[in-house]
């Protein structure tokens, strides 16, 4: 082969090169746009599920609570009047004037 014939094949070697790297880069491209598109796609719909399943915990959370609440409203409710209950006893035994009850100002 001589030196012409050789250099005309590096040539060519060189473009059929660089066409096949502008022809991966391009596919690598495409490829990562379609993944992207996925991830936001996927992204979207964990968002969306998160924030229901957040707003559902939080309903959860509030009712345990307010039922909790009331549970101990009535508990100490329940103690106060068990309280006045003896100190009347206490005050009977000792010959001390009975006070009137006093009603706590509870919210029910």
């Given at each position: 082969?001589?030196?012409?014939?050789?250099?005309?094949?590096?040539?060519?070697?060189?473009?059929?090169?660089?066409?096949?790297?502008?022809?991966?880069?391009?596919?690598?491209?495409?490829?990562?746009?379609?993944?992207?598109k996925?991830?936001?796609?996927?992204?979207?719909?964990?968002?969306?599920?998160?924030?229901?399943?957040?707003?559902?915990?939080a309903?959860?959370?509030?009712?345990?609570?307010?039922?909790?609440?009331?549970?101990?409203?009535?508990?100490?409710?329940?103690?106060?009047?068990?309280?006045?209950?003896?100190?009347?006893?206490?005050r009977?035994?000792?010959?001390?004037?009975?006070?009137?009850?006093?009603?706590?100002?509870?919210?029910?």
């Amino acid at each position: 082969m001589s030196m012409r014939e050789e250099m005309r094949s590096l040539g060519n070697e060189i473009v059929r090169s660089y066409d096949e790297r502008i022809s991966g880069i391009a596919q690598i491209k495409s490829d990562t746009s379609t993944l992207l598109k996925h991830f936001h796609r996927d992204h979207t719909a964990m968002s969306r599920q998160l924030k229901a399943d957040l707003a559902k915990s939080a309903a959860n959370l509030k009712r345990d609570v307010n039922t909790m609440l009331k549970r101990v409203r009535t508990e100490l409710a329940g103690a106060r009047d068990e309280w006045q209950k003896m100190t009347a006893i206490m005050r009977a035994k000792r010959g001390a004037p009975i006070v009137p009850e006093v009603k706590a100002g509870l919210k029910a």
